[in-house]
Each structure stands twice: as C-alpha cells, then as structure tokens.
C-alpha cells in the first residue's frame, strides 16, 4: 500500500484529491489540515485524521516532516497556495515526495509579471507592464487592468477607464498594468509528465463563481484553448498539476491571465469528465507509467452543501481557524 497525506482537507480541492484518492485500493489516505472542523478531515479512518500548523508557521515545514516519519508516508499533496512553496523550498529534506511542480514553477508563476515575460514570446499574453512611472506612462489602449503582481481571489483587481484612472493610482512596483481581455474566460486544468509533456487539458467555463471557486460550468472542447494552456506548461516547465486561466482577446484568440500551480476547486468536475489528475499526479511521483494523452467527456456540473454529522467527541481540537479563500 502506499500512504499518502494530503493537506488542506477544508477546502474544495483538498475534499476532492482524497475522494479521488480514496478511489484507489492501493492507496491509505492520511488528511490532514490546519482546522479541525476541516470536513475532508472526516473522510478518511479516525487512526488517519492529522493536525497541521498553519502554511506561513515556521515550523509547519517541520510539523509535516515529522508527519511523514510518524506515518511513514510515501507521497505528500498539498491543496493551500501558501504551503506549497516553504514545501518544495525542501521537498528533499520531507522524507516523502511531494506531488507538487518544482520551485521554480512554482516561483514563475506566483508572479503574474514575470509569468506574462516567461511566455510572451510562446503565446498571446496581454500586454504587460509595472505599475511604474514608466509602465503608466506607455501608450496604453483603455480600459486597462490594474492587479497586484502577487494576488488571489481577484483581491486588489481593478479595470480603469482611463489615463487620469491609471495616474490615480500611486506608481507601485507590486501592481502590474496590463492590456483587458474583453473575451470569454476559462479555466483549463492541465497535468504534464516530468518533462513537461502535457497528457491532458481540460478547458472548463466557470459559469458560477462562489468564494473563488468555480461551482458550476461545463468542459469544453477547444484546439486553441488546449494548446494554449500546453505552450504555458511547456513555458513555465510544469511537471504535475496546474490550473491555467484564459481569456479571449478582442479577436477571439485566447491569451493568458494567470496560472495557479495546484489542484483547483472546481476539480471535480475534470476528474467526471475522464482525467483524473490526482490519481495521475501519485503515478507521476510513483515513477509509474503514464498515459501518452487523455481526452474528456463533455460534461457540465452544479454542487450543493451536504452536512456531514459527526460524534463531537470525534471533532480533533486544533489552535487554528479556516483558511481564506481559493481560487480555481
Ligand atoms: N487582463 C485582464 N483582462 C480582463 N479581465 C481580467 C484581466 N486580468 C484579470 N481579469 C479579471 O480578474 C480576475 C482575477 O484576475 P487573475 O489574474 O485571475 O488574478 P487572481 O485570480 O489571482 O486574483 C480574472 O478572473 C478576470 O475576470
Ligand atoms: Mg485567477
């Protein structure tokens, strides 16, 4: 058997990589989360519910370490944004491999600047600027979007109208200028072997949006927006699971917003639809064989709420409260 923690069993995409995982007879499933009213927590087995410290800790590093000999774990996914870099900064030090792209991915695409220069000259990227004297001053077509360069949750993301707008804002060198897409948007949830050949992508709209997360859409065959998001993958040398969100230009050409290098919480849907990425992500560290390439259902999907009762004396006793919202 293999055994695997995955972290952040409060969020919709945590819930969904251990329902995956929990699919396969060969796998035990250790949950863990920082929240002990974390639902996912209450999946798996009681002997497997785990407590971790909060992403930003300092010591959280250590705290899932320690996991990993306690339990023996073989393989470690992490579904929360803020975990996943202190976690690849030592991904040799865990004792376990860590199902996550690389640091420098990871690093590329945390910054919505530097990911816009790595794949300008692989695909359309909107024009992109800093928030500079120099990036207000270029010869801009309004609307522009205003956005920090490291943000989530469409926190801090502003269209202005007009060159008096853009001058309002105090020049900042961690907000970036760029060209608004006017098009339709998606989400394509693309999985690449360990040399970045990408095996799927799945383009999905995200019709309804709640906290974030896409609740409701549907998958959508598209050549453009498939190989869009696998010339992204190619750009940033992603190996595993990442989240590529497009946008169509005034002539319908879909160019990138931004990538987000983990699990999404629409991911549900993806998996439905025929590409199960979790499964194929513990493959991927296995060193297993892989598929060459997958395709996926058309598909649409809608979620609701459904409580989940529970002894209270089952409930584990954590320090820390839930986290804050998703994206995806
Ligand atoms: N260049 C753009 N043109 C049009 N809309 C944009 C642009 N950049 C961001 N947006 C809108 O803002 C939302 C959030 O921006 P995004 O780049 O995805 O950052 P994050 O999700 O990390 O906050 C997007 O989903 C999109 O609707
Ligand atoms: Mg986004």
């Known amino acids: 058997m293999t055994r695997v923690l995955v972290t952040g069993a409060g969020g919709p995409a945590g819930v969904a990589v251990l329902r995956s995982l929990l699919r396969r007879p060969d796998v035990t499933v250790f949950a863990a989360d920082m929240d002990g009213w974390a639902s996912g927590l209450y999946l798996v087995p009681a002997g497997q519910r785990r407590l971790v410290e909060p992403g930003r800790s300092p010591s959280f590093v250590d705290g899932v370490v320690a996991l990993v000999a306690a339990d023996s774990i073989d393989v470690v996914f992490s579904t929360v944004d803020v975990e996943l870099p202190p976690l690849a900064a030592r991904r040799?030090?865990?004792?376990?491999?860590?199902?996550?792209?690389?640091?420098?991915?990871?690093?590329v695409t945390l910054d919505k600047f530097l990911l816009a220069?790595?794949?300008a000259p692989l695909l359309r990227t909107p024009e992109t600027a800093l928030h500079t004297e120099d990036g207000i001053a270029r010869?801009?077509?309004?609307?522009?979007i205003v956005k920090p360069r490291r943000g989530a949750g469409s926190r801090g993301v502003r269209v202005v109208a007009d060159r008096a707008g853009l001058q309002s804002i105090p020049a900042d060198d961690a907000l970036i200028i760029q060209e608004f897409l006017p098009g339709d948007e998606y989400s394509v949830d693309v999985f690449a072997d360990a040399r970045s050949h990408v095996i799927a992508a799945v383009p999905r709209t995200r019709?309804?949006?709640?906290?974030?997360?896409?609740?409701?859409?549907?998958?959508?065959?598209?050549e453009a927006l498939q190989s869009t998001a696998a010339a992204v993958a190619a750009a940033i040398g992603l190996s595993g699971v990442a989240n590529?969100?497009?946008?169509?230009?005034?002539?319908?050409?879909?160019?990138?917003?931004?990538?987000?290098?983990?699990?999404p919480g629409a991911l549900p849907l993806t998996i439905a639809a025929g590409v199960d990425m979790p499964s194929l992500a513990l493959d991927l560290?296995?060193?297993?064989?892989?598929?060459?390439?997958?395709?996926?259902a058309d598909l649409a999907n809608v979620r609701y709420l459904e409580d989940v009762f529970i002894d209270p004396a089952a409930v584990l006793v954590s320090e820390y409260a839930a986290h804050g919202d998703e994206d995806g």
């Open 139 to 144: 010869d801009w077509e309004f609307p522009v």
């Open 117 to 119: 220069e790595r794949c």
């Open 285 to 296: 560290a296995l060193g297993a064989d892989l598929p060459e390439s997958l395709d996926f």
């Open 244 to 263: 590529v969100q497009l946008r169509r230009d005034r002539a319908g050409i879909p160019a990138l917003l931004e990538v987000n290098p983990r699990f």
């Open 207 to 222: 019709t309804r949006v709640d906290s974030g997360v896409s609740i409701a859409g549907r998958t959508v065959h598209d």
């Open 92 to 107: 040799d030090e865990l004792g376990a491999v860590l199902a996550a792209p690389s640091l420098e991915t990871l690093e």
